[in-house]
């Protein structure tokens, strides 16, 4: 027999009750930001516009690479950020792209004497954009366990830096980071960054998605239920072009769209993604023999969309970050208001 349910049960239940409801129906914070990548911080009218028309309000900005030197034997900054003009209604992020193999050449010394002068570069640059120190840095390098060690203590000495102390500190995290932390550890900052894009192998000449995969995104996310610091998203947009001669990996034409080759007599159509040379000559300064191939790889805005909400069913910090890679004007005409505004909502 089913017992009356009391009053005061319906007394406990009806505020409970409207309490889940409201946080079912919350949305999630998420801060709209873009990724600049060029060496040249100069946004036109056009991009400036349309950042503001988004609600994009931070812009994470490359101020430099820093590699190996094999010549001089020591780490060399490269790629250094000319600025411009800076919209002032714009929070301006700096980044650093860090190679693995500088940190497979230092000792400890050495790492802290690099997290020095990373932090000291860094500010004269910044200080030139703005008078307050940056509310956030972000670290972009992709460690592996042998280098693991001298990365996080990188991060560690970078954050004792006088002048960044008020600062929140990122890391951008690959997938299989994000899939295996306890193999591959975790960043002592404050957040990460789910780089959610460059999962295949671009070497590979028969490869179809190296940008973006779904089932080889879905494989790595659902590995973890939770990442151990909270995680902002990184999206793709862009379109490359990967150039092989004997079917060997020779550059990366960056961006490149698949209508700049349909213009070119220089090559034939074999498909939808790729094609071939027909003769020799040049293209943006490469020269191509006979044979030769370039296969197009694009982050469609219908690609782009599935991304975004394939990773919005796993990320749900607040608040959220989704950072689009990246302000360009060649990306951007290929991609109209309403499907750029359509990768934020995914995840709101």
Request: include cysteine; glycine fraction near 4%; aromatic fraction near 12%.
């Amino acid at each position: 027999m089913h017992r009356p349910v009391s009053r005061a049960f319906f007394v406990l239940f009806i505020p409970i009750f409207w309490a889940w409801s409201s946080c079912a129906d919350k949305q999630q914070e998420v801060i709209r930001s873009f990724y600049h990548w060029q060496t040249t911080l100069d946004l036109s009218t056009e991009e400036i516009q349309e950042l503001s028309s988004l609600g994009v309000h931070d812009l994470y900005v490359k101020y430099f690479d820093v590699i190996w030197d094999e010549e001089a034997a020591q780490p060399r900054p490269v790629a250094k950020l000319q600025t411009v003009q800076v919209p002032d209604e714009l929070s301006i992020h700096p980044v650093i792209f860090l190679t693995n193999e500088t940190l497979e050449h230092l000792d400890m010394d050495g790492v802290n004497d690099l997290a020095w002068r990373m932090c000291k570069l860094m500010d004269q640059i910044h200080t030139g954009l703005s008078k307050d120190p940056p509310a956030i840095i972000q670290i972009d390098c992709d460690w592996t366990e042998g280098t693991r060690d001298n990365y996080f203590q990188l991060l560690k000495q970078m954050q004792t830096y006088k002048r960044f102390e008020e600062t929140i500190w990122s890391a951008t995290i690959r997938l299989h980071q994000y899939a295996y932390p306890q193999q591959t550890g975790v960043p002592p900052v404050d957040r990460g960054l789910l780089m959610f894009y460059n999962m295949g192998n671009i070497e590979d000449p028969d490869a179809a998605h190296s940008i973006y995969d779904p089932s080889t995104a879905e494989a790595y996310l659902k590995q973890t239920d939770h990442y151990p610091i909270p995680l902002d998203a990184g999206i793709a947009l862009f379109s490359w072009g990967l150039y092989f001669h004997h079917r060997e990996l020779q550059q990366i034409f960056y961006p490149l769209y698949a209508d700049e080759l349909l213009n070119e007599s220089l090559f034939t159509t074999v498909d939808d993604t790729h094609f071939a040379a027909t003769g020799e000559g040049y293209f943006r300064g490469r020269f191509v023999q006979p044979g030769d191939t370039i296969r197009i790889e694009s982050m469609s805005p219908e690609l782009g969309l599935k991304s975004a909400e394939q990773l919005s069913h796993y990320l749900h910090d607040h608040p959220l970050s989704v950072i689009l890679y990246h302000t360009d004007p060649v990306i951007l005409q290929h991609y109209t208001h309403e499907e750029l505004d359509s990768v934020f909502s995914a995840f709101e």
